[in-house]
């Protein structure tokens, strides 16, 4: 498999790595830490089997389901709650001891007691949310620990089926020396710097170099020009090494009356823990988040 210093030293090994390590975190096991990927929390509590969901009304029916049992509907079943409001571009969080205000980029200005920021890791990282006060220095040092790292899904639909069906055959896996694709059927996966490569480039040029790998994996089979072709880009956080408890409970505390949740905010199981916090203290009044030591 290689040194430890040097990565995989045969596209055979390659694959292996990459399928056990990028295709989970989006970034090699020379950056990934330890303490994120080994166990991989969702499969040491629930099992190692991987369940896809097909159904066809999609994961926004997840969605509605959860917001239906507290947003009001009209008699057709949509949304018709006042408090939901979608397509707002959030610009400026100005927030006091005593509430908090959020203007938006159509120059809506919204009052309230407590803020829970959602934003990616990425947004909160750059300057597209101003935050009035400036975060404190320590919150600013951990939002920067950690890596927000690139995953790219490309979907591409043939005019008819060229690749084996059958048990133990659900994945093609393309043993390349280059840290790239992982092919799944018509799925194909890229990450890190792949990723950042092909966004710049022409979607032909994409296709061009799916459709080489695939007559290269079948050159007995007539792979056929695909009719369409898309991205759909998925990006999460990734735990570099380094990188301990400490700074994971400074990236999701609070700033006075700011919040913060999203999948960055929680190792296992993403935002349940953050909303508790902010019912802590706005129901409980227990405001105080406790970050423990970084040596303790």
């Given at each position: 498999?290689?040194s430890l210093l040097n990565g995989p030293s045969s596209p055979v090994d390659m694959v292996?790595?990459?399928?056990?390590?990028?295709?989970?975190?989006?970034?090699?096991?020379?950056?990934?830490?330890?303490?994120?990927?080994?166990?991989?929390?969702?499969?040491?509590?629930?099992?190692?089997?991987?369940?896809?969901?097909?159904?066809?009304?999609?994961?926004?029916?997840?969605?509605?389901?959860?917001?239906?049992?507290?947003?009001?509907?009209?008699?057709?079943?949509?949304?018709?709650?006042?408090?939901?409001?979608?397509?707002?571009?959030?610009?400026?969080?100005?927030?006091?001891?005593?509430?908090?205000?959020?203007?938006?980029?159509?120059?809506?200005?919204?009052?309230?007691?407590?803020?829970?920021?959602?934003?990616?890791?990425?947004?909160?990282?750059?300057?597209?949310?101003?935050?009035?006060?400036q975060l404190p220095n320590w919150k600013i040092l951990a939002i920067y620990e950690f890596?927000?790292?690139?995953?790219?899904?490309?979907?591409?639909?043939?005019?008819?089926?060229?690749?084996?069906?059958?048990?133990?055959?659900?994945?093609?896996?393309?043993?390349?020396?280059?840290?790239?694709?992982?092919?799944?059927?018509?799925?194909?996966?890229?990450?890190?710097?792949?990723?950042?490569?092909?966004?710049?480039?022409?979607?032909?040029?994409?296709?061009?170099?799916?459709?080489?790998?695939?007559?290269?994996?079948?050159?007995?089979?007539?792979?056929?020009?695909?009719?369409?072709?898309?991205?759909?880009?998925?990006?999460?956080?990734?735990?570099?090494?380094?990188?301990?408890?400490?700074?994971?409970?400074?990236?999701?505390?609070?700033?006075?009356?700011?919040?913060?949740?999203?999948?960055?905010?929680?190792?296992?199981?993403?935002?349940?823990?953050?909303?508790?916090?902010?019912?802590?203290?706005?129901?409980?009044?227990?405001?105080?988040?406790?970050?423990?030591?970084?040596?303790?």
């Open positions: 498999m290689g292996v790595d990459y399928y056990l390590y990028d295709y989970e975190y989006a970034e090699p096991p020379r950056v990934t830490s330890l303490q994120n990927a080994v166990p991989q929390r969702t499969f040491s509590d629930f099992g190692e089997d991987v369940y896809f969901a097909a159904d066809q009304r999609g994961y926004e029916s997840v969605v509605h389901y959860l917001a239906g049992q507290y947003l009001n509907t009209d008699d057709s079943g949509n949304d018709a709650d006042p408090r939901l409001q979608l397509n707002k571009v959030v610009r400026e969080i100005s927030y006091t001891s005593s509430g908090v205000t959020v203007k938006t980029e159509d120059g809506s200005v919204y009052k309230t007691d407590y803020v829970m920021v959602s934003a990616s890791l990425g947004v909160v990282q750059s300057d597209l949310i101003q935050f009035k006060p890596d927000m790292a690139v995953y790219i899904k490309i979907f591409v639909k043939f005019p008819k089926r060229f690749w084996p069906q059958g048990e133990g055959r659900e994945f093609f896996l393309y043993a390349s020396i280059r840290r790239n694709m992982a092919d799944s059927k018509v799925l194909v996966t890229v990450t890190d710097k792949e990723s950042r490569r092909i966004e710049q480039q022409s979607d032909n040029q994409t296709k061009a170099e799916i459709m080489e790998v695939l007559r290269n994996m079948f050159p007995d089979q007539d792979v056929l020009t695909p009719l369409t072709f898309s991205f759909y880009k998925g990006t999460f956080s990734n735990w570099p090494i380094g990188v301990k408890r400490y700074e994971y409970d400074q990236l999701r505390a609070p700033v006075g009356r700011v919040y913060f949740t999203g999948e960055h905010t929680n190792e296992y199981y993403n935002s349940i823990d953050s909303a508790e916090i902010l019912i802590d203290c706005a129901q409980n009044k227990i405001c105080k988040y406790h970050v423990q030591g970084k040596y303790d």
